[in-house]
């Protein structure tokens, strides 16, 4: 099924680890995007990326990564893991006019 | 922060009734995204609406926006069990990003 992929579903780290998010999409959308949601909240910008080779800051970009590897991938990635960063991760894509498409999500926590 | 608001933050009802969400918003848009959250679940788009539209309909959804009040709202008429879920509204802007709202948690009673 078309869609957004994104893996892992769950990770555990402990603090001061490393690991990254992937994330792909086979809708041929050249926006794609990473934000996080804590509980009860709603969803935070982390990076995005508004076509291919291009990427830039959120709302909450500090202590992440990214990559657009090419127009289906984007990758997120956290180089020193934190308490703080214990969330649920999504990935979307969209094309301007129409609504986004979200991935079923990555439940980070850190130890 | 420039996020919106939404009201209320959680709402019950009873099955076949309605419900009436609303969201206030801060800078200019391009549009204006609801959005639907079951518990553990992604984010599943439900309808769209322009700057230079007032209302849009969708099924049992029914969505107004007023550009002079930075607001908007959600209607969902004839409620049904399934309908449990977290409302979300969402703004674009002339970039490309989508600002979230805090969302209104529903619940429907059979």
């Known amino acids: 099924n078309a869609g957004v992929t994104q893996t892992p579903k769950f990770q555990v780290l402990k603090t001061g680890q490393s690991m990254t998010l992937q994330c792909a999409q086979d809708?041929?959308?050249?926006?794609m995007y990473w934000y996080r949601q804590d509980p009860g909240m709603g969803l935070r910008l982390i990076y995005y990326?508004?076509?291919?080779?291009?990427?830039d800051k959120g709302e909450v970009p500090n202590g992440y990564n990214v990559s657009r590897l090419n127009k289906r991938e984007f990758s997120l990635r956290l180089e020193s893991a934190a308490p703080s960063q214990t969330s649920v991760y999504f990935c979307?894509?969209?094309?301007?006019?129409?609504?986004?498409?979200f991935g079923s999500g990555t439940r980070l926590t850190v130890v | 922060s420039q996020q919106g608001e939404e009201d209320p933050q959680a709402l019950s009802i009873q099955e076949g009734e309605n419900a009436t969400m609303n969201c206030s918003y801060k800078?200019?848009?391009?549009?204006l995204q609801w959005y639907r959250q079951n518990s553990g679940r992604g984010l599943v788009h439900l309808i769209l609406?322009?700057?230079?539209?007032r209302e849009k309909h969708s099924g049992r959804l029914r969505v107004t926006l007023d550009t002079s009040k930075k607001s908007s709202s959600l209607l969902i008429t004839a409620s049904r069990a399934a309908d449990t879920a977290s409302y979300f509204c969402?703004?674009?802007?002339?970039?490309?990003?989508?600002?979230f709202g805090s969302g209104t948690r529903l619940l429907v009673r059979p």
């Open positions: 969402a703004q674009r802007d002339s970039s490309y990003k989508l600002i």
């Open positions: 800078t200019s848009i391009n549009n």
């Open positions: 990326s508004a076509s291919e080779g291009t990427t």
């Open positions: 979307a894509s969209s094309d301007p006019n129409y609504g986004y498409t």
């Open positions: 609406i322009r700057s230079n539209e």
């Open positions: 809708m041929n959308h050249n926006s």
